[in-house]
């Protein structure tokens, strides 16, 4: 089992429409979570970091849920340049981030 | 947030030559480096992590021999790929901590084509 998953997609929704995306955890003991853009070709950018309390950044709203060691991505009114693909990561002791596979997001007009 | 550089940001060598990448801290000292490798369509896997001026710490599964990392300064990491071969062809990223951030800053990467 791997220990950060998400769903690959690609998921293909339409301009202005509400997109979710989840991520799963296997290690009880990880310390710090975050989701991460990475655009085609280019390094994964840190777009939030998400807290227990669910934290919002604009469009974006970020929510992690420790006792069922969940994570969730949720974008509104989704724009033509949110297409990339969006990374669950975990930091463990050591500082060690382990990345998810990554979920695709592509946003058509 | 802080600036980490690679260089080269692409590399296209013939097989059995050794490649270095190199990955600096351009404002701030990062007394831990981290290098990453992503295959496509893959999430990025953590190769090593090497603390200045001590020996790299590698993942299970990566060769230390073929994959030499010294972090001899504070703002300098070096990757080298030796002895190169198509199977090694991938994205390499680097990313740095350290001057009291806890958060990992990454590089722009550097793409790699063994022939």
């Known amino acids: 089992r791997k220990e950060v998953e998400q769903d690959p997609g690609p998921f293909n929704v339409p301009e202005g429409a509400t997109v979710a995306f989840n991520c799963t955890y296997s290690?009880?003991?990880?310390?710090?979570f975050f989701w991460y853009r990475q655009d085609c070709r280019k390094e994964p950018k840190l777009l939030m970091s998400?807290?227990?309390s669910g934290n919002e950044d604009g469009r974006f709203t970020a929510q992690l849920n420790r006792a069922s060691q969940y994570i969730s991505l949720l974008i509104r009114d989704s724009k033509l340049s949110d297409s990339a693909t969006y990374l669950c990561v975990v930091r463990n002791a050591g500082n060690m981030l382990t990345f998810g596979g990554g979920t695709r997001l592509m946003v058509k007009p | 947030g802080a600036v980490v550089s690679q260089h080269p940001s692409w590399v296209i060598c013939k097989s059995g030559t050794s490649v270095k990448i190199e990955c600096r801290s351009l404002?701030?000292?990062?007394?831990?480096m981290f290098w990453y490798r992503q295959f496509p369509k893959q999430s990025l896997m953590l190769m090593a992590t090497s603390n200045e001026g001590s020996k790299a710490t590698y993942e299970q599964g990566v060769e230390k021999d073929k994959f030499l990392i010294n972090h001899a300064s504070l703002t300098l990491s070096t990757l080298t790929v030796t002895s190169a071969h198509p199977e090694d062809s991938s994205f390499y990223i680097c990313s740095a901590s350290g001057g009291g951030r806890e958060t990992q800053y990454f590089g722009p990467g550097t793409r790699l084509l063994v022939l």
């Open positions: 290690n009880s003991a990880s310390q710090s």
């Open positions: 998400v807290y227990s």
């Open positions: 404002d701030f000292q990062a007394t831990t």
